[in-house]
């Protein structure tokens, strides 16, 4: 990874309007909360560290992926900040907040999760810049190698669960919410890769979603009109069981039944996993695509007991 800082205006007002922001989001906050500004793959990348005020050695270290946000590329979507730094005070794990690279063509912050290079004008590399900053903030802050853990909302999920696929050596544990693992075209013949390293994975998605469609793509929704055809969350669970050669599940019944949601199952939980690992899915009755209020601590309690044995 290459510490450069970018020359462009613009990145320079960028940063200088979210470094405003980020000093009111810190006010009366312990530890300490700084940004930072790299080149990867040829892009400006940007992401913040919050170090709360005790991180002895060996301490876990958790990434939140954003959601996809359309804004000016000078408006950082910087998410979560306060709830996190309120977490990781109190439970000493070193939290980061990488920003997606931002599409012009589309005017947005999003990330590059499966079968989604076409739409960018210069694929971004994002696992290997995920992969490179776990490295890199690993050894700086002596992070414990068990304890790696991703999360994330949206297209921020989307990637967390690429993360899960193709950084499993390094991450513990990924927590995607409201994002599935592939959306894909149709005129494509994308295939999954097999994830090499068990992971522990906590999906949670909302049953009334009408971006990302609990159970995908039905005929005539937005997807169909954009080109793209979206798993449903059985597709997730199923390819996770299988990649983590779980054994045990709570239920065999479907979370969805002819393109809609199973209303009698509200969750669905594999063990016996390779790893130790654990597969668990929680339907969240009545949401939509939303980060409902207090996700971020089920999730840290799922993480906080989900560290690679």
Same mark, same amino acid.
């Given at each position: 990874?290459?510490?450069?800082?970018?020359?462009?205006?613009?990145?320079? @007002?960028?940063?200088?309007?979210?470094?405003?922001?980020?000093?009111?989001?810190?006010?009366?906050?312990?530890?300490?909360?700084?940004?930072?500004?790299?080149?990867?793959?040829? %892009?400006?990348?940007?992401?913040?560290?919050?170090?709360?005020?005790?991180?002895?050695?060996?301490?876990? /270290?958790?990434?939140?992926?954003?959601?996809?946000? =359309?804004?000016?590329?000078?408006?950082?979507?910087? #998410?979560? =900040?306060?709830?996190?730094?309120?977490?990781?005070?109190? !439970?000493?794990?070193?939290?980061? &907040?990488?920003?997606?690279?931002?599409?012009?063509?589309?005017?947005?912050?999003?990330?590059?999760?499966?079968?989604?290079?076409?739409?960018?004008?210069?694929?971004?590399?994002?696992?290997?810049?995920?992969?490179?900053?776990?490295?890199?903030?690993?050894? #700086?802050?002596?992070?414990?190698?068990?304890?790696?853990?991703?999360?994330? /909302?949206?297209?921020?999920?989307? /990637?967390?669960?690429?993360?899960?696929?193709?950084?499993?050596?390094?991450?513990?544990?990924?927590?995607?919410?409201?994002?599935?693992?592939?959306? +894909?075209?149709?005129?494509?013949?994308?295939?999954?890769?097999?994830?090499?390293?068990?992971?522990?994975?906590?999906?949670?998605?909302?049953?009334?979603?009408?971006?990302?469609?609990?159970? $995908? %793509?039905?005929? +005539?929704?937005? &997807?169909?009109?954009?080109?793209?055809?979206?798993?449903?969350?059985?597709?997730?669970?199923?390819?996770?069981?299988?990649? !983590?050669?779980?054994?045990?599940?709570?239920?065999?019944?479907?979370?969805?039944? !002819?393109?809609?949601?199973?209303?009698?199952?509200?969750?669905?939980?594999?063990?016996?996993?390779?790893?130790? =690992?654990?597969?668990? @899915?929680?339907?969240?009755?009545? #949401?939509?695509?939303?980060? $409902?209020?207090?996700?971020?601590?089920?999730?840290?309690? @799922?993480?906080?007991?989900? @560290?690679?044995?």
């Amino acid at each position: 990874m290459k510490n450069k800082f970018s020359k462009g205006v613009c990145l320079l @007002f960028a940063m200088a309007c979210f470094m405003g922001w980020a000093a009111l989001a810190q006010a009366g906050v312990p530890g300490t909360f700084t940004t930072h500004t790299v080149t990867w793959n040829g %892009l400006s990348r940007m992401y913040a560290v919050y170090v709360p005020t005790h991180l002895p050695p060996g301490s876990p /270290m958790v990434l939140h992926l954003h959601a996809t946000a =359309v804004t000016p590329s000078t408006t950082i979507p910087f #998410q979560l =900040v306060s709830q996190w730094e309120s977490l990781a005070q109190s !439970n000493s794990f070193l939290m980061v &907040w990488p920003i997606s690279s931002y599409n012009t063509r589309a005017n947005s912050f999003y990330w590059d999760s499966f079968d989604m290079d076409y739409s960018f004008a210069q694929p971004p590399d994002d696992v290997g810049f995920l992969r490179n900053l776990i490295v890199t903030l690993s050894a #700086q802050y002596a992070i414990n190698p068990k304890g790696v853990f991703v999360a994330g /909302m949206s297209s921020g999920a989307m /990637m967390a669960q690429r993360v899960g696929v193709q950084i499993s050596d390094l991450v513990a544990a990924i927590a995607p919410v409201s994002g599935q693992l592939l959306i +894909k075209q149709m005129t494509d013949c994308f295939a999954l890769p097999a994830s090499t390293t068990p992971v522990s994975v906590l999906e949670m998605h909302g049953d009334v979603d009408a971006v990302l469609p609990y159970c $995908g %793509l039905a005929p +005539k929704t937005i &997807w169909n009109e954009t080109g793209l055809t979206l798993g449903s969350v059985d597709d997730d669970v199923s390819y996770w069981k299988n990649a !983590n050669e779980c054994t045990n599940a709570s239920t065999t019944e479907s979370l969805c039944n !002819n393109g809609q949601p199973t209303t009698s199952v509200d969750n669905q939980d594999a063990t016996g996993c390779a790893g130790g =690992v654990e597969v668990r @899915f929680v339907r969240q009755v009545g #949401q939509g695509h939303v980060w $409902g209020q207090g996700t971020e601590k089920v999730v840290w309690q @799922f993480f906080s007991t989900h @560290f690679r044995q």
